[in-house]
């Protein structure tokens, strides 16, 4: 009863003070705006309401909940006076978006498939916030992007000479002839008039007006390497095989035309290329064919709870990334992790320094995939580590997508050592074998792992070390196509076998298990 | 002139004075329960989503998070409670369960049982019983499981992926597990459970939430064989064990239907026992708990059933009527920290509810809590059952009744309503209607005999009973029923 009523007085406070506190020109504050992206994360809007085309929103797909896209602020929209009431037209304003928040029950959109949930409680400092992005989003809206307008430019006495090639790094283009050049009056940047998709170069020259003496800087982003010169200086080296990535220069300009050489190459994959500048009376103007949006929200990389490995090893089953529904995060005080596919029963990732960061899963309703934290990450096949073929060249059973399990094997669960909380994974294989997986965590500059696998019972089984497009042996070791990966067996009788199969190399080494069997293999790896 | 006006307007005042004196004086909720936030040490995030007794005497509670804790002298004050961690990185875990000297558990992917070997007080055995279902990743894809039945069964229902469809093994199934650990498909078309559990008879009863083929939250009676509504995850009647469990695939239902219609065209439909009405009694039904001796008042047997989105704990009177559950649910307790999802009633009469509003807000304004609730040992006047009869219905008091206001027509009134039955999510209250209330007898000390001029087949029945008076003129606490008539019993022959 009491609780009810404080919610009820919270409404109207809320109500009134957001109608007080907040003129127009506070919903602009692009402080607000990027606050209010933050609390549209926190506050769990964003898994209903979808904001950006390439970035859907499933929940929301499934209850019809309203988008914010395209002209809607300020817009008539239909609702419904409770769920399933009578229907009423009602304007799109901070009214009605405070009202939805508070009392999402009252009226209901009436697109939606059903009303909202009451939301997490939003206090007035929020709500000002929420509203101030919100109403950005909507085309037409009063804010604008918080870095600021962008115009278009042109460069004057606009030449480019485009060439061929195939670098990982910009070339000396001086001492290479264009296979195509052209020039014009005034220009736009864009490596479409190379008129080819990969391995090519561009030079693009021309004058840029400079009205005011001051500093001036460019934002230059590009896939792949670009540099940019003004008056003869290098302002911005974006150099080198990346994706679309920005950086900044500046440099001080007089009065009069300023000289710029922008020299872009392309090795493969997309081409993008993006310019502006801004300085003296100039906000961002763009001078290249692509802008550079400021970094995009949806399936970032979430962080704020990470899962700390001090003195003992810890576990974290979820959805990881790289491995399936499945998936056992195992964390090392050794400053090692793994991931073992509870679908494969396989090593799926391997990383060294930190172990996993929760907050996708811990945060709203903890949606998709968490990728591990820590750095040199690598990915190792998850097809089954064990099987029983019926020849010795009958295909590998393989883990078409991350949903298939593993055939014949059964997975029964993991037992921690007492002494340091490591697990050792035990499964079946058939009804006749029991495998004891325990993966060994070695100290180091670079960490390492060793995987100790004990297999008990009788029967002959293949186990199967790696499988890539490339393996090759090497100073008693094998080093695994396509990753810094090195495999090795300490203490093996057997030979390992590197066989063709399905156009991959496979390293197996078949066991006949007699009561039992055990089999060492250390894994190191580098980026 | 002045004086009688000035004397009038002060008897006024008096009068007004003594009704809020005497409306104040009405007993509340908190007369009779005490609830009890149990606080928790710092940094420790308990989104309770399950709760068990270990059998020597301590708690053991487990989080969405993935912990599991114990937490010794469960009963003691509060803020004296010790909390031990005793596993942790589960895969969102929604039930705990001891039996056999193992700590069930059911995580998104699999049936796990644990144990502490090495005498540390903390779990070092994860066995996995079953892990016969699929996960996509799909973060809807929750798995809620029960105790041991009578005869040693774990019942595990599966959500859906999303809300609609079926992507993967068994989602939108009810399995069992057996004691040696083999997986038994049981029951399909469910939705998205907020909980499952066991009632005094070992029978499984889950709560499906509102969504496609769900107009409202309900709680749903678990049967082999059955059909609870939500044809997106027929397909897998294809496989072989459904083939040997469950047999061929049911009738799809028709959309845009009512209940009552596609019964008789589908045997294997199973009609909700109860249903909450969606933003009158909750809008997520979840975890339900009973009182086995009466130690925690007069409710015994009865289900008191969470809801997450309101942070209350409603209570369920189930009956059969032709061999098919249906009842009642009354409005029971409000007040807790936030969004109930699990609740565990101890045999000495403590309930323990706990919960979370992570992605799914909640009215209690907390993001995690775990509540106790006493029983302070008076009984509040409530309706304590309401039975179904050929002609109306019969209410049975917690107190014996007052006569008069018992037996006068006005002191009831009712309306009845149900929802439309089909592929899109949830919907409108439908069909109302508005039975009228022809006869009251006063049968008996603490029951009444409610006679209406028709009874509508699968309606909820609310009956508003606020006239009604105990014999110590105390008015009833909760005093409306929402019986859900998914059958109407035969008249009694001559």
């Known amino acids: 009863m009491q609780r009810i009523k404080r919610g009820q007085s919270l409404c109207v406070i809320g109500l009134s003070a957001v109608g007080l506190l907040l003129p127009a020109e506070a919903a602009d504050d692009a402080k607000f705006i990027a606050r209010g992206k933050e609390l549209f994360q926190s506050k769990i809007c964003f898994t209903c309401h979808q904001v950006d085309e390439n970035v859907p929103a499933p929940a929301g797909i499934a209850m019809k909940a309203p988008k914010f896209m395209g002209g809607f602020w300020g817009k008539k929209r239909v609702v419904t006076l409770g769920y399933g009431g009578p229907e009423a037209t009602v304007t799109f304003d901070e009214a009605y978006f405070t009202e939805s928040i508070l009392k999402p029950m009252d009226k209901v959109s009436k697109e939606a498939a059903a009303p909202m949930p009451p939301p997490p409680a939003v206090n007035d400092g929020e709500m000002k916030a929420l509203i101030a992005y919100v109403r950005s989003l909507s085309e037409g809206g009063s804010a604008e992007d918080p870095d600021g307008l962008i115009a278009k430019g042109k460069i004057n006495n606009f030449t480019f000479a485009a060439y061929k090639g195939s670098w990982d790094r910009l070339p000396d283009f001086s001492k290479l002839k264009p296979f195509k050049t052209g020039k014009a009056k005034s220009g736009t940047a864009d490596p479409g008039l190379a008129g080819v998709g990969e391995n090519f170069g561009v030079v693009f020259e021309g004058d840029i007006e400079i009205a005011k003496k001051g500093d001036y800087s460019f934002n230059l982003g590009s896939d792949d390497g670009t540099r940019l010169h003004i008056n003869g200086r290098l302002v911005v080296d974006n150099d080198g095989v990346h994706g679309m990535r920005a950086k900044k220069g500046s440099i001080a300009l007089e009065p009069g035309a300023a000289r710029l050489r922008l020299e872009y190459f392309e090795r493969g994959g997309e081409e993008r290329l993006a310019l502006d500048m801004s300085g003296p009376g100039i906000k961002r103007l763009q001078l290249a064919k692509q802008t550079i949006k400021p970094a995009r929200r949806g399936p970032a990389f979430p962080t704020g709870n990470p899962i700390t490995v001090t003195d003992e090893a810890r576990i974290y089953r979820n959805f990881i990334e790289g491995g399936s529904p499945r998936g056992i995060g195992v964390g090392y005080p050794e400053k090692v992790n793994l991931c073992f596919d509870a679908n494969t029963m396989q090593i799926a990732m391997l990383w060294h320094g930190a172990f996993m960061d929760a907050a996708r899963h811990w945060n709203g309703r903890g949606q998709g995939f968490q990728r591990p934290s820590g750095h040199y990450l690598i990915r190792l096949n998850r097809d089954q580590p064990f099987a029983q073929l019926d020849s010795h060249d009958a295909a590998w059973p393989k883990a078409e997508g991350r949903d298939t399990r593993a055939k014949g094997l059964k997975f029964r669960g993991y037992f921690l050592l007492p002494e340091n909380r490591r697990p050792i994974f035990g499964y079946k294989i058939g009804d006749d074998l029991q495998v004891a997986d325990y993966a060994e965590p070695n100290a180091g500059a670079l960490p390492s792992i060793t995987r100790r696998l004990r297999i008990r019972g009788n029967g002959k089984v293949w186990y199967l070390a790696a499988a890539a497009a490339s393996i090759t042996e090497e100073d008693g070791g094998y080093n695994i196509g396509g990753t810094l990966l090195r495999v090795s067996f300490p203490e093996l009788e057997a030979e390992p076998v590197i066989r063709e199969s399905g156009g991959r190399k496979e390293l197996l080494i078949k066991l006949n298990v007699e009561g039992q069997a055990t089999l060492k293999q250390h894994y190191e790896w580098n980026l | ?494």
Not at chain 2, 14 to 39: F, K, M, N, T
Not at chain 2, 148 to 160: K, R, S, T
Not at chain 2, 262 to 281: D, Q, T
């Open chain 2, 1 to 494: 002139m002045m004086n009688q006006v000035t004397r009038l307007a002060l008897l006024a005042g008096l009068a007004l004075g003594q009704a809020a004196a005497l409306r104040a004086a009405d007993p509340v909720e908190s007369d009779y329960y005490q609830i009890d936030a149990i606080p928790m040490p710092d940094g420790v995030v308990m989104e309770t989503s399950g709760i068990e007794m270990m059998p020597d005497g301590k708690l053991a509670i487990c989080s969405r998070r993935g912990d599991v804790y114990v937490l010794s002298d469960p009963f003691g004050a509060p803020d004296k409670i010790r909390w031990t961690l005793y596993a942790e990185g589960l895969h969102e875990p929604l039930n705990l369960a001891f039996s056999d000297g193992w700590l069930y558990c059911t995580q998104r992917g699999e049936l796990t049982r644990m144990k502490d070997v090495s005498g540390d007080d903390r779990a070092d055995i994860f066995e996995t019983v079953n892990d016969g279902w699929g996960i996509t990743g799909d973060y809807h894809e929750y798995a809620f499981g029960t105790r041991p039945d009578p005869n040693g069964d774990m019942w595990i229902v599966l959500c859906l992926t999303g809300s609609f469809s079926s992507q993967i093994d068994y989602r939108g199934w009810c399995v069992r597990v057996t004691k040696d650990g083999e997986l038994i498909p049981t029951a399909s078309g469910i939705r998205s459970p907020g909980g499952i559990g066991l009632n005094h008879l070992g029978e499984a009863f889950f709560a499906d939430n509102q969504g496609p083929w769900n107009g409202s939250s309900s709680l749903k009676p678990l049967s082999h064989g059955s059909f609870q509504g939500h044809p997106g995850g027929f397909r897998w009647y294809d496989l072989a064990a459904a083939k040997t469990s469950m047999g061929k695939r049911p009738t799809e239902p028709k959309t845009n239907s009512r209940w009552v219609a596609e019964r008789p065209k589908i045997p294997e439909l199973v009609p909700s026992a109860i249903v909450f009405p969606h933003g009158i009694l909750g809008n997520s039904t979840a975890g339900f708990a009973y009182d086995s001796n009466g130690k925690f008042g007069p409710f015994k047997n009865q289900l008191l059933v969470c809801d997450q989105t309101f942070s209350v704990v409603n209570r369920a009177f189930l009956e059969k009527v032709n061999g098919v559950y249906q009842g009642a649910a009354f409005s029971f307790l409000k007040g807790f920290g936030s969004g109930n999802i699990s609740a565990y009633m101890h045999p000495n009469g403590t309930l323990f509810v706990g919960g979370t509003d992570r992605g799914w807000g909640a009215r209690g304004g907390r993001r995690f809590a775990l509540d106790r609730v006493t029983w302070k040992g008076g009984v509040p006047f409530e309706m304590h059952e309401m039975r179904a009869k050929p002609d109306g219905f019969e209410l049975t008091f917690t107190h014996e009744v007052e006569a008069v206001s018992a037996g006068n027509l006005a002191s009831y009134s009712m309306s009845a309503y149900t929802y439309i039955y089909r592929s899109d999510y949830g919907s409108p209250v439908v069909d109302k209607m508005t039975p009228k209330v022809v006869g009251v007898e006063v049968t008996g000390p603490k029951t009444v005999r409610v006679t209406v001029d028709k009874l509508i087949h699968g309606h909820v029945h609310e009956l508003h009973a606020k006239g009604v008076r105990s014999a110590k003129g105390l008015p009833i606490l909760h005093p409306v029923g929402y019986y859900t008539l998914n059958e109407i019993p035969p008249g009694e022959l001559n």
